[in-house]
T-cell receptor, first 116, second 111 residues
Framework: GAGVSQSPSNKVTEKGKDVELRCDPI?????LYWYRQSLGQGLEFLIY????????KSGLPSDRFSAERTGGSVSTLTIQRTQQEDSAVYLC??????????????FGSGTQLSVL | EDQVTQSPEALRLQEGESSSLNCSYT??????LFWYRQDPGKGPEFLFT???AGEEKEKERLKATLTKKESFLHITAPKPEDSATYLC????????????FGSGTRLSIRP
């Protein structure tokens, strides 16, 4: 596709359920980022992938959060036993940058997660 | 700890009224500073990258400048379509894989 694609665009779940959020980056982009944006706030870094490896997981808030990337392309962010404080927009971005590179990020439109 | 602080949180201007947005940063070695624009319900869209103090970049009514401690996004004679949230982000030498964003400035331009 032409841009970064995220699905679903909206997800409503009950507290305690697990959710999976998907990101399809731009073809050929080796770097992939996940960010979380709470209402009216800036972007909170979660995790960075270079290829299929995640050299920086320092932003994951707890062990309920995990992410993987396969084939150097699609990434899935999984939140187990969701809590109300997990409600936010989850944004994915990709870039051509190798580790330490300064290429710009291309963002998807995000997944709005609401935990009831 | 690397930090990015943006001010003001919100800014309302009349169409044609020029102003500046501020981004102050604290990093151990700046690799790059980025400006993004975010419209409601969408992901951020890239505007500029600045690499070293003294550098300037321009695009239409926007000009970004960089010093050793802060960056400014100057908007000249803004139009209503410039209304958006403007986000600043930094990439540090010490943690080059992590790009840290500020909380943004919500800019509203009244016709």
């Amino acid at each position: 596709g032409a841009g970064v694609s995220q699905s679903p665009s909206n997800k409503v779940t009950e507290k305690g359920k697990d959710v999976e959020l998907r990101c399809d980056p731009i073809s050929g982009h080796t770097a992939l980022y996940w960010y979380r944006q709470s209402l009216g706030q800036g972007l909170e870094f979660l995790i960075y992938f270079q290829g299929n490896s995640a050299p920086d997981k320092s932003g994951l808030p707890s062990d309920r959060f995990s992410a993987e990337r396969t084939g150097g392309s699609v990434s899935t962010l999984t939140i187990q036993r969701t809590q109300q404080e997990d409600s936010a927009v989850y944004l994915c971005a990709s870039s051509l940058a190798r580790t330490g590179g300064r290429e710009k990020l291309f963002f998807g439109s995000g997944t709005q997660l609401s935990v009831l | 700890e690397d930090q990015v602080t943006q001010s003001p949180e919100a800014l309302r201007l009349q169409e044609g009224e020029s102003s500046s947005l501020n981004c102050s940063y604290t990093v151990s070695g700046l690799r790059g500073l980025f400006w993004y624009r975010q419209d409601p319900g969408k992901g951020p869209e890239f505007l500029f990258t600045l690499y070293s103090a003294g550098e300037e970049k321009e695009k239409e009514r926007l000009k970004a400048t960089l010093t050793k401690k802060e960056s400014f996004l100057h908007i000249t004679a803004p139009k209503p379509e410039d209304s958006a949230t403007y986000l600043c982000a930094v990439q540090a030498d010490s943690s080059a894989s992590k790009i840290i964003f500020g909380s943004g400035t919500r800019l509203s331009i009244r016709p």
